[in-house]
């Protein structure tokens, strides 16, 4: 604990943002990072707790807390403060392969872990972390790190989100052959295509891939294992496979009006986005365009926040988001939402502030469900029509929406976007494996064990657990490594 009177002396300081009005005209990162000195005094926030809770995860009240990687969180808290920045990204290394990934991109479920949060605002972790890691690629110590020996064990990593991009580094530092097949035209999964540049770049994932291909891992990209390489052949040609191929099947509305042009769901419109961005600049015009149009975007969390900053981007007309759930408060509620679950408060992100500077109010409409879609003569989405609800407990204790009468509305819209997450992963390639499923078609394998019920593959990331965090995936790739290595090897030499 570098300075015991920290938490006492200085500020809660995360990153600092570009202005609204002027990052929204381009797709550039709408965060300007600290100072070296500003961070070291937010890792002189960091109390050194007798039981930090900060760096273990778990899930309190369906809701992850704490950090599922267990991050040394303390220790590099305190070296950052003493100056000791190399030394912080080798403890941060050690824990989590990306902390890049996580330091953009993660709700930051240890914040509302830490215990100065019990009554102040909480240590600024992830604006460390990130601190941490681009500072370690600035300085140039952050370098490709290949293993000093081979085994000759081949595996096949199916998918390069954040479970198969770790999966893949663990499995490679353990000296096997590793071979990462995508089938989209770049590495990544949704933290390139599912997340928009201004948020996490493209750039951001290469300059990682970049070092893991130099390592010896090997990326196949805009192959679809089970389509255009044939399942079959896996068993022929590694000697395990770990399927992190995520949860991708939208999660849908069943509403009238459901197949009007223009309603689209969100992650087809982000990815068409970020695609013709980076192939084109958008002049292939190979994508769902917002421009001059009505917005409507249904889902509350961070999908629909991100399908806010493309719209206004894309220069919308008018852009409005419906989120089912009443405005939350803006402290924690003691007795409902206690420490250290994660606080359940109103939050106001990046793209709340640029819909807000654009249009001159919070974009958010709460409490608001679907009732149906109404289009033109030609087919093309012209109306939503909506009505409040109120939640109650109904007599078997299930929780219910109830409508609340007068409250109906009809809104403009010429473009509707779908962002109410994921139901579960894709089946075709399951079903060709004879992988055994449980809820949601998720791939049953046991937390920690990772084995399927076909020998020699392993199932790790969202097509294991269903929908979840960056962090989540790191942590399951990383642990599925572990266990394929134990099953190649009999003994295991990863964490």
Request: hydrophobic share 35%; with cysteine; aromatic share 8%.
């Amino acid at each position: 604990m570098g300075k015991p009177t920290g938490f006492m002396e200085y500020d809660r300081q995360t990153v600092k943002e570009r202005q609204p009005a002027e990052r929204t005209k381009d797709w550039n990162d709408y965060t300007i990072p600290l100072s070296n000195e500003e961070v070291a005094k937010q890792g002189a926030r960091c109390m050194d707790c007798g039981v930090p809770t900060c760096h273990t995860g778990m899930d309190l009240d369906n809701v992850t807390t704490g950090c599922p990687v267990n991050h040394l969180i303390p220790e590099w808290n305190d070296l950052v403060y003493r100056g000791q920045w190399k030394e912080a990204l080798h403890r941060e290394h050690l824990k989590n392969n990306f902390p890049e990934f996580t330091g953009t991109a993660c709700p930051a479920p240890c914040e509302g872990a830490c215990v100065l949060g019990i009554n102040e605002p909480p240590v600024a972790i992830r604006t460390v972390e990130r601190s941490i890691i681009e500072r370690g690629f600035a300085e140039g110590w952050v370098v490709p790190e290949p293993p000093k020996s081979r085994t000759g064990k081949k595996v096949a990593v199916i998918g390069s989100g954040p479970a198969g991009l770790a999966a893949a580094a663990q499995l490679n530092k353990a000296g096997h052959l590793v071979t990462v097949f995508e089938k989209s035209d770049r590495v990544g999964g949704l933290l390139t295509y599912g997340i928009p540049e201004m948020k996490l770049s493209y750039d951001m994932v290469q300059r990682r891939v970049n070092i893991l291909e130099q390592e010896g891992i090997t990326f196949i990209t805009s192959v679809e294992v089970g389509k255009n390489y044939p399942s079959s052949k896996l068993k022929d040609d590694f000697d395990a496979v770990v399927m992190c191929t995520g949860a991708t099947v939208h999660r849908n509305i069943d509403v009238e009006g459901r197949d009007l042009k223009g309603v689209h769901f969100a992650m087809d419109f982000l990815h068409a986005s970020t695609k013709s961005l980076l192939d084109s600049n958008f002049e292939d015009g190979q994508y769902i365009s917002a421009k001059g149009k009505n917005v409507i975007v249904i889902g509350g969390g961070d999908t629909g926040t991100d399908c806010l900053a493309t719209s206004v981007r894309h220069d919308c007309a008018s852009l409005v988001q419906f989120d089912v759930y009443d405005k939350k408060g803006a402290i924690r509620d003691e007795k409902g939402n206690p420490w250290p679950q994660y606080p359940k408060v109103h939050r106001i992100e990046y793209g709340h502030k640029e819909a807000a500077a654009t249009f001159g109010e919070d974009p958010r409409a709460y409490a608001v469900m679907t009732k149906k879609f109404v289009g033109d003569e030609s087919g093309q989405i012209k109306e939503v029509h909506t009505v409040n609800v109120k939640l109650k407990i109904d007599e078997n204790g299930n929780r219910i929406r109830e409508e609340i009468p007068g409250t109906e509305k009809v809104w403009k819209a010429d473009l509707v976007l779908i962002a109410i997450g994921f139901s579960g992963p894709e089946q075709d390639l399951i079903q060709q494996l004879e992988l055994e499923t449980e809820v949601n078609s998720r791939v049953k394998a046991e937390y920690g064990k990772y084995t399927t019920s076909v020998e020699g593959v392993f199932a790790a990331g969202d097509v294991r657990r269903g929908q979840s965090l960056i962090v989540w995936a790191i942590n399951e790739g990383r642990e599925a490594a572990r266990e394929c290595d134990r099953f190649l090897m009999g003994t295991t030499v990863l964490p």
